[in-house]
């Protein structure tokens, strides 16, 4: 009886012994892909003054109308959007009173005129004509215009390209490493995704804007070029993708 107990009891802790633990290496893959924008973001202020705010208001109107049936005309232009960011009105007070009154009093001043401003945001294709359509709108009564940056119609499409690239270069770095070893490479375990993404494509002016106009701009039937022609080349969009892939080792035969 005692050696029956003690041959079940053999079986049952040979039952729990830990399997043979997986082999594996991890390695870090890095992909760059440089595309070349496609799109141009330019910010573009108007600034009116006049007498009361009424004729501000009406100065502020006539000059975004001016500007986005305007611009859709460039000649080279594909497509346009324009958004307005921000639009204010301010008052304009005397000017010896503001330098000599207190800084808590300068608001009781007498009020000359009204100032306003407005900030655009404005989107086109193709990126190669962003020098162009800066001159427009300087043309077209924009007081102060800024090519803020250049982007990607297909972002997500060339991020894709970038983490395929990654996996090759973790993948490749993975079998050098075994075959170093002595040892093969066997199928991917784990594979982790990076925060290595170079993402400089968002403006600060995104939100609560009013959009204008956007669409196709060839279908203006009369095309006009800037009487100043600004040519800028675009330089090619790094984008950077990182990714940590475990892969099985398996050893080599004797």
């Given at each position: ?6 041959a ?42 006049a ?18 049936s ?45 100032a ?5 945001l ?133």
């Open positions: 009886m005692r050696i029956i107990t003690i079940a009891l053999a079986s049952l802790t040979t039952g729990c012994l830990p399997e043979t633990e997986q082999q594996m290496i991890v390695v870090d893959g890095e992909g760059v892909v440089m595309a070349p924008p496609d799109t141009f973001n330019i910010l573009a202020e108007i600034h009116t003054n007498a009361d705010q009424s004729e501000v208001l009406k100065l502020i109107s006539q000059s975004i109308d001016k500007i986005g305007g611009l859709p005309a460039l000649e080279g232009l594909d497509t346009v959007e324009i958004k307005t960011a921000t639009v204010s009105i301010k008052p304009i007070r005397e000017m010896q009173c503001v330098k000599e009154a207190d800084y808590s009093s300068r608001d009781t001043c007498p009020i000359t005129g009204h306003g401003s407005v900030t655009m404005v989107s086109g294709t193709p990126a190669a004509i962003a020098g162009n359509a800066l001159s427009y709108l300087s043309e077209l009564g924009a007081a102060e215009v800024e090519l803020r940056e250049y982007s990607l119609s297909d972002l997500e499409e060339q991020k894709s390209a970038a983490t395929l690239a990654a996996l090759a270069a973790a993948r490749a770095k993975a079998t050098k490493l075994a075959e170093g070893m002595g040892a093969s490479l066997g199928k991917p375990l784990r594979i982790q995704y990076g925060a290595g993404v170079r993402d400089n494509f968002n403006s600060e002016l995104d939100d609560g804007v009013y959009t204008l106009a956007s669409g196709p701009a060839n279908g203006a039937s009369d095309k006009f070029a800037p009487a100043v022609e600004l040519s800028i080349t675009p330089q090619p969009i790094e984008i950077r993708e990182e990714v940590t892939a475990a892969f099985a080792l398996n050893s080599s035969k004797p």
